[in-house]
């Protein structure tokens, strides 16, 4: 049985802090699905289970674990052929990945609620409800009916992704049929990995529950019960700025302070807008780009243009999607390529994009890989002006003490019970396979 989205409208009046008179926006609370524990229970074991992965070797976990704040604690993290968990994370000597996952890990934190209408760096999936699917993605020929969601759509991509989860080539069944280009339908890429979990009693069990037959037990049913465990086990709404606005809990001043700035001079809060401080938006701000990026296959180097990939408009360059600042400050590195690895660094960059792109100090925690040149696009002159002729962010003049105090401000937007989830990491899961702990 599927649950509708519960609806919880609390609007509060603007407030009027003392210090600076800064008008604060007027704030709703979010709107979260209703919660099926069996689903959510189930839900949990498939995310922790390295049955979903091509050499059933990872899991969603491995580079979004509670450990790291459902990230992975790298600029630039390694999925399939990697060993160890987080920041100690290195290449299986037997098993060498071709390339680093492009992109930094995301956080998971409040996806579950219906204003994320969209996921990843750029947008790609997307809510359409003009389209028979109500979803827009890049695999729009291959998009399949009956998910709850993007948030359940979105585990379509990992699995598919040979440095994410799927392998390479000739490694495992999930490989060749992505490879051959075949994702749905029996023997597709998804059906493989639903297959697996058909066969195992114990899920069949628990899909029973939620009033799935084993037959019946499709890609699109995981992935709506790996959405329902995100949405449960990751809300983040119960933080002292929370306390602050629903309940008057005042903030320390340093804080306060902090906030004054975000919502006044220092305009965050023109991207950084909403409840989760997010205008769900993009925007080009010149980050330092690594790594193999996201170009096409056949380009000769590894620019990622961000949102352009998925528009099409030169207007949309090197664009990228607001972050949601709940529990910033333990979820560094920051940016889409992990570029700066405390609030401090990527604070100074907001103030000055260009200046901080031009002088960026390319001593990043990246994990060594053979034969990459990581840093091929920040040495091509050409990248290099297009991504610095795309910034949009003006210079902002902010003191070290104002730094302190918007970092303060932001330190109130962590939700603690949130950091290691409700549930938990499971000891064990279906498969019997080992669970990153």
């Not at 010149?286 to 243009?305: I, L």
Request: glycine share 8%; aromatic share 8%; proline share 6%.
């Amino acid at each position: 049985m599927r649950f509708k989205l519960g609806i919880i409208l609390v609007l509060i009046s603007s407030i009027a802090t003392t210090a600076q008179e800064v008008k604060l926006p007027t704030f709703a609370r979010a709107e979260f699905p209703a919660v099926n524990m069996e689903e959510v229970q189930l839900g949990r074991f498939l995310f922790y289970d390295p049955i979903l992965s091509g050499n059933k070797s990872v899991s969603c976990a491995s580079c979004h674990h509670p450990k790291f704040a459902t990230s992975d604690g790298l600029p630039l993290g390694i999925g399939d052929g990697g060993i160890g968990l987080g920041p100690e994370r290195m290449l299986a000597p037997d098993n060498l990945p071709e390339e680093r996952v492009p992109r930094n890990s995301p956080a998971l934190f409040n996806l579950g609620a219906s204003e994320f209408v969209s996921m990843f760096h750029d947008g790609r999936l997307e809510k359409d409800e003009s389209r028979a699917s109500g979803i827009r993605t890049p695999l729009a020929d291959e998009m399949v009916m009956g998910f709850d969601g993007v948030l359940a759509a979105q585990a379509m991509f990992p699995v598919l992704s040979p440095d994410e989860m799927a392998g390479h080539y000739q490694e495992n069944d999930v490989a060749r049929a992505v490879r051959m280009g075949v994702l749905t339908g029996e023997g597709g890429a998804w059906d493989i990995i639903a297959q697996r979990v058909r066969n195992i009693d114990e899920y069949a069990d628990l899909f029973a529950a939620i009033d799935v037959a084993r037959p019946d037990i499709s890609f699109v049913e995981i992935a709506n019960a790996i959405a329902a465990f995100i949405a449960f086990e990751w809300r983040a709404d119960n933080s002292p700025f929370d306390q602050f606005v629903f309940g008057g809990k005042p903030l320390p001043a340093s804080a306060q302070s902090g906030m004054d700035l975000f919502y006044g001079r220092a305009e965050c809060a023109s991207c950084h807008a909403g409840l989760f401080q997010t205008d769900h938006d993009f925007h080009a701000i010149a980050m330092p780009q690594f790594g193999p990026g996201k170009a096409a296959r056949f380009e000769d180097h590894a620019r990622d243009v961000g949102r352009a990939h998925v528009t099409g408009a030169a207007k949309d360059l090197y664009r990228f999607r607001t972050p949601s600042l709940r529990n910033v400050a333990v979820t560094a590195p920051y940016g889409h390529s992990g570029a700066y690895d405390n609030l401090e660094k990527i604070i100074q960059h907001h103030t000055d994009p260009v200046k901080y792109f031009e002088q960026y100090d390319r001593r990043v925690a990246l994990p060594r890989f053979p034969h990459s040149d990581d840093w091929r696009v920040m040495d091509n002159a050409q990248d290099r002006a297009a991504i610095i002729d795309a910034n949009a962010l003006k210079p902002l003049a902010l003191t070290q003490a104002e730094i302190g105090s918007l970092i303060a401000f932001l330190e109130t937007l962590t939700d603690e019970q949130s950091l290691s989830g409700r549930l938990g990491v499971p000891k064990n899961v279906p498969s019997g396979l080992p669970v990153d702990q």
